[in-house]
């Protein structure tokens, strides 16, 4: 049996989890430290950081004690998350640019009736459309790097995936 203290599996599952961890932390101090806050998009993007990052937490530092059908399910889950996390990167980016519409409760375009109490609560809270670009660099928003960070993770873990599976045929 080969030991996995140090395979190339966990390395992947590890280096993918600070990967997540980065951009998560990352969001949150463009929130909070620079006043960049989030738009509807924005917040649904975050689900799979929160969900997934201590999905694979545990199966990284519980590595050598979990069955392997565990670690596959575990990794799985996660890269189908961050799957799911990309798609909705590259659409959010897409409504940015203009490429497609956004959905109504983000966007401002809407056609049903206000009224004056709705308004007043509207005062109270911080709407930030989601087909504004609030911060680019290269020409990527953060929704772009979203996407892409989270398709590199997805890349990381399902080549863990494989490398396993491989390993446990041979």
């Known amino acids: 049996m080969i030991p996995t203290a140090f395979s190339t599996s966990r390395r992947q599952a590890s280096i993918a989890f600070v990967l997540g961890l980065a951009a998560i932390l990352g969001a949150l101090a463009f929130q909070y430290i620079g006043g960049l806050y989030p738009c509807e998009l924005c917040l649904t993007q975050r689900w799979p950081y929160y969900i997934g990052l201590p999905l694979l937490a545990l199966a990284v530092v519980a590595w050598d004690r979990?069955?392997?059908?565990?670690r596959l399910a575990l990794l799985g889950a996660v890269a189908a998350l961050f799957a799911w996390g990309a798609g909705v990167g590259v659409y959010h980016a897409g409504v940015e640019w203009g490429f497609w519409p956004g959905p109504q409760s983000c966007t401002g375009v809407g056609d049903e009736a206000v009224s004056l109490d709705m308004?007043?609560?509207?005062?109270?809270?911080?709407?930030?459309?989601?087909?504004?670009?609030?911060?680019?660099?290269?020409?990527?928003?953060?929704?772009?790097?979203?996407?892409?960070?989270?398709?590199?993770?997805?890349?990381?873990?399902?080549?863990g995936i494989v490398g396993q599976l491989r390993r446990a045929q041979a």
């Open 119 to 159: 308004l007043g609560d509207m005062s109270n809270a911080r709407v930030v459309p989601c087909d504004a670009i609030q911060w680019e660099l290269l020409g990527i928003s953060l929704a772009g790097f979203n996407a892409l960070i989270s398709a590199a993770i997805v890349v990381l873990l399902v080549a």
């Open 66 to 70: 979990l069955p392997l059908w565990v």
